[in-house]
């Protein structure tokens, strides 16, 4: 009875979170759940703000580890998509992100200490920021991102990332962050800019991290670096 009750009150928490976990490839699902993609400890669970801003997890969350996941080769100009587990859908307001940064060796051991370049972001496609649905990634199964044709072929970490802002009032921004092992062949000779340092993207006072959508919303300001074009 107990259990039954929390239960009713604890599922339409967690069937609003979401895991980035299955791979696509130009409309293809690539291997199932986790196969490119590192495991973390938060599961479907956020990350908050508090947790993150100055901490090594902001790269690719809590617990996740070098050395044990595969990496997946694509090219240079293919539409990568990061789909949610077991077929959700993003329920929570706020924008989304696509980092990458080249492993100096192979990405299966690189921890991400190297340089960052966000080369994707989505955030409120018309209307009020304070309307779920005014942000372009609600009600979808997936983020994605065709990756520059310009980009340098190398391995690479790919943090994919989308932020819940419905407690960011409270300081409670929700972190949802995943990563992948990509190869990218055919690439370009592009310098992708700016570069910065993952702990260092976000400030726990950056508007688009303390953003408040509940009272007279503010025009949403997109937190993080500029994304580069290629
Ligand atoms: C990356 O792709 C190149 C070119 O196809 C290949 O030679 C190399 O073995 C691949 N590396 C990994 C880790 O898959
Ligand atoms: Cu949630």
């Not at 090594?56 to 100009?77: I, P, S």
């Not at 955030?123 to 009020?128: E, F, K, L, P, R």
């Not at 072929?153 to 960011?168: D, K, N, P, T, W």
């Not at 990509?182 to 976000?202: E, F, M, Q, R, W």
Request: charged share 20%; aromatic share 12%; net charge positive.
């Amino acid at each position: 009875m107990k259990s039954i009750r929390l239960l009713a009150l604890l599922a339409p928490l967690t069937q609003a979170h979401y895991i980035f976990n299955r791979l696509i490839v130009n409309g293809a699902s690539i291997g199932g759940e986790y196969a490119y993609t590192r495991k973390n400890s938060n599961s479907y669970m956020p990350a908050f703000t508090n947790e993150l801003m100055t901490s090594n997890d902001l790269r690719c969350n809590k617990g996740a580890k070098t050395g044990g996941t595969a990496t997946y080769t694509v090219k240079a100009g293919d539409k990568i998509g990061f789909k949610l587990f077991n077929n959700e859908f993003i329920e929570h307001p706020g924008p989304g992100f696509v980092y990458v940064s080249k492993a100096p060796g192979k990405v299966a051991d690189y921890d991400g200490s190297g340089d960052w370049v966000k080369v994707y972001e989505t955030g409120v496609c018309s209307g009020s920021p304070g309307n779920d649905g005014s942000w372009c990634s609600w009600q979808k199964d997936r983020l994605e991102w065709t990756i520059q044709k310009s980009l340098p072929s190398g391995e690479y970490l790919v943090r994919v990332e989308h932020i819940g802002l419905h407690q960011a009032h409270e300081g409670k921004a929700q972190f949802y962050i995943e990563c992948y092992q990509l190869n990218i062949t055919d690439g370009g000779d592009g310098v992708p800019a700016p570069l910065v340092k993952i702990p260092g993207i976000y400030k726990a006072n950056d508007p688009g991290i303390a953003y408040n959508k509940w009272s007279n919303p503010k025009p949403y300001i997109i937190p993080g670096p500029a994304v580069w074009k290629g």
